[in-house]
């Protein structure tokens, strides 16, 4: 088959090669122009198509957006609990994919960056439903031209609790021998606890049933993408927006997520202070998890290693030796600096970083130094400050030449699919201790689905969705999981 010609963006183009829409207002959203100041340019083609199914869906969401007469009517019928066989008088009709909010920012970015993928699949409009969950406001900006995607609150008649027994689930209605696709609405939920029934959402004959549901409403802690990818619907689609499957992540995040004001001004402060002067930066994401517990000493340990080991530091060498080789005295040589942005939850990591460095010096002269913005110890899911926080050491980590991420983290995979860097990624612990290998280059800049649907279609039974198609194959940090490649 013939691959769609593919440009690669100029390095300092504002609008990424085309990604971006130029129908914004610069200072309503300062980062989303001036991002690419600070970013490394793209490495990774952006394919035409992807350029124009961007636009088409932007003039969509601009017809049905909250506020236009479309989406007046639309929630009309959802409050008359009318299915969506009924012609518009008007002619337009306008479906919608609601995204519900669920774990931490990196899942809920992952999230949703992956029902933006499936609203761009299915002609349906993505509205955000922050209406329990204030932590929505101040964090990004607006991502579509001329209109919103936060749903008003209470304009919306679903207000129960969402969950893996909704009645009102595909899984449940399934389960009921029902079809499903003569709902008002419908709820999908995505969750890494779901089952079987759920899992059918990942089908053919079960996407032809969910395009006559006007609302559908989603729950993810996932990024499912690589799940709409085993769709032999979507596969033609997919292949042109992206002939190469391994920057969607990349393409759509930089394209979705605009720090806000407010999180911009902490980007580009921290940047000030850390980043600027650098010669280099490098970026290191440090997360530790009660499901694979390391004691900080064995964990720290795995981090110079990994460090040293790949030539990502220089090592350091004894004092003495260190005063001869900087240079400094005499004046010859401009050291080179380093700049290692830390971020994480405690602060030990860059403190221990921070006092190898100052008390010793490098081989070639380096001059090292290292910095944490943050360290707020334990994770408060929905508070906005902290999620303003965790934003802009995302977006500053993404402006990294390396970077080294903890396995597993979704906070992690945003840094790197922002970046568009193949990550150090340390592995997980082995029974509470470092592994011998402290860390490897990913094979992707994809983030893995955890939770894979591992169910065959075609067979109605179990399946390995990591062996199902060519492109997709478990993650190497999370084997459970897949990722496109
Ligand atoms: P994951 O749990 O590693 O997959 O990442 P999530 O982003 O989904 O959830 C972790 C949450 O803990 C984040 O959203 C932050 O609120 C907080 N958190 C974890 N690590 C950091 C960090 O390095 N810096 C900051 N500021 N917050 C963090």
């Known amino acids: 088959a013939a691959v769609p010609l593919a440009t690669v963006p100029d390095p300092g183009d504002r609008l990424l090669g085309g ?26 083609a952006l394919s035409p198509h992807l350029v124009s ?69 299915t002609d349906r409009v993505l509205l955000l439903n922050g209406s329990r969950h204030e932590d929505l406001d101040d964090l990004f900006c607006e991502p579509f031209p001329g209109s919103t995607w936060i749903l008003p609150p209470r304009d919306f008649p679903v207000r129960k609790k969402l ?31 779901y089952r079987t029934p759920d899992r059918l959402f990942f089908c053919d004959d079960v996407q032809t049933q969910l395009r006559r549901v006007p609302w559908l409403v989603f729950q ?16 033609r689609e997919l292949s042109r927006m992206f002939p190469r499957r391994d920057a969607v992540f990349h393409h759509l995040g930089r394209y979705l997520f605009h720090p806000s004001n407010t999180v911009w001004g902490m980007v580009t402060r921290y940047h000030g202070s850390y980043f600027a002067k650098a010669d280099e930066r490098l970026g290191i994401q440090v997360r530790t998890f009660k499901w694979a517990p390391i004691s900080t000493d064995d964990f720290y340990g795995q981090i110079l290693k990994c460090t040293h080991r790949e030539n990502i530091l220089p090592a350091v060498v004894a004092r003495a030796a260190a005063n001869t080789s900087t240079g400094g005295a ?11 942005v830390v971020v994480s939850l405690h602060g030990e990591y860059s403190e221990r970083l921070r006092d190898l460095y100052h008390e010793h010096g490098t081989a070639a002269g380096e001059a090292v130094s290292v910095f944490q913005p943050t360290h707020l110890g334990e994770q408060h899911i929905g508070d906005r400050q902290q999620n303003q926080k965790a934003l802009a050491e995302m977006v500053l980590l993404s402006f990294s030449d390396v970077v080294v991420t903890t396995g597993v983290s979704t906070f992690g995979y945003v840094i790197q699919g922002l970046a568009g860097l193949r990550p150090w990624v340390l592995v ?5 201790k470092a592994p011998d290998t402290p860390c490897r280059l990913a094979p992707t800049i994809e983030p ?26 478990h993650c190497e940090d999370f084997p459970e999981g897949v990722q496109l490649l």
Do not use: M
Request: hydrophobic letters at 35%.
């Open 220 to 235: 993810a802690d996932n990024y499912f993408v690589p799940g709409l990818f085993l769709i032999p619907r979507y596969e």
């Open 448 to 473: 893995c689905f955890h939770r894979p649907p591992n169910y065959d279609c075609r067979t109605k039974a179990r399946g390995d969705t990591g062996r199902t198609v060519q492109h997709i194959r």
């Open 428 to 432: 997980r612990p082995d029974h509470g």
């Open 330 to 340: 005499d004046g010859q040589q401009a050291a080179k600096r380093k700049a290692v």
């Open 19 to 44: 990604l971006l829409s130029p129908d914004f207002d610069d200072r309503s959203c300062l980062s989303r122009y001036r991002a690419a100041r600070y970013r490394r340019a793209s490495r990774h």
């Open 163 to 193: 969950t893996i027994d909704t009645a009102e689930s595909l899984g449940s209605t399934l389960g009921r021998g029902e079809a499903p696709g003569g709902a008002p609405w419908l709820y999908l939920h995505l969750v890494h606890n």
């Open 53 to 121: 199914a961007l636009r088409r869906y932007e003039s969509l969401h601009r017809l049905c957006a909250p506020g236009t007469p479309a989406y007046a009517r639309a929630l009309g019928r959802l409050r008359a609990n009318a299915s969506g066989d009924g012609a518009d008088p008007s002619g337009t009709r306008c479906d919608y994919l609601v995204w519900t909010p669920n774990a931490g920012l990196g899942n809920r970015i992952l999230s949703i960056a992956a029902g933006f993928l499936y609203a761009l699949l």
